[in-house]
T-cell receptor, first 116, second 113 residues
């Protein structure tokens, strides 16, 4: 497709369940970012990939959060043993160039995760 | 936190120009200012960026003061679909080793009929 695609759009998980969120970036985009957005707040950085390399994971809130991009295209954000505080919208963004988002970045519509 | 200051909310009449201010008093000579917006239930959308010259594209104009300590995003003819949260990202607006965006709280623009 022409844009960044995320799936599922909505996910309801029971507390303690593991979830996997998928991001399909724009083809050929080198940089890929994950953000977490709580209700009423701006997006907050989680992690960054340059191709398949995870160069920055400083924003991941705990070791229950894990992200991968094994072939440098599709990325998966996995959350183990979900907690209620994990409820948020998870946004994926990609950009053409390496070296971060100091350029036009394209965001997906996000996955809304609700932990009950 | 991003070193930008924006009003939390603004109203604008449909068809009129919306002028969204941003203060970035600590900006240095080679730092760009970026604007994104987020319409309800969507991901953020890039609008425009600039260094020191005024910039215009099909979405908006960006006016940067000569001392570069503030800028104004102008939507020349606001429509109801421009209702969104607008984020100004400037100095201190990049974190980590790869320059990830730091969004802050932005300005909630409400365009009213």
């Amino acid at each position: 497709g022409a844009g960044v695609s995320q799936s599922p759009r909505y996910k309801v998980a029971k507390r303690g369940q593991d979830v996997a969120l998928r991001c399909d970036p724009i083809s050929g985009h080198v940089s890929l970012f994950w953000y977490q957005q709580a209700l009423g707040q701006g997006p907050e950085f989680l992690t960054y990939f340059q191709n398949e390399a995870q160069l920055d994971k400083s924003g991941l809130p705990s070791d229950r959060f894990f992200a991968e991009r094994p072939e440098g295209s599709v990325s998966t954000l996995k959350i183990q043993r979900t907690q209620q505080e994990d409820s948020a919208v998870y946004l994926c963004a990609s950009s053409l160039r390496p070296g971060g988002l100091r350029t036009e970045a394209f965001f997906g519509q996000g996955t809304r995760l609700t932990v009950v | 936190d991003a070193k930008t200051t924006q009003p939390p909310s603004m109203d604008c009449a449909e068809g009129r120009a919306a002028n969204l201010p941003c203060n970035h008093s600590t900006i240095s000579g080679n730092e760009y200012v970026y604007w994104y917006r987020q319409i309800h239930s969507q991901g953020p959308q890039y609008i425009i960026h600039g260094l020191k010259n005024n910039e215009t594209n099909e979405m908006a104009s960006l006016i940067i003061t000569e001392d570069r300590k503030s800028s104004t995003l102008i939507l020349p003819h606001a429509t109801l679909r421009d209702t969104a949260v607008y984020y100004c990202i400037g100095p201190g607006g990049y974190g980590g080793s790869q320059g990830n965006l730091i969004f802050g709280k932005g300005t909630k623009l409400s365009v009213k009929p």
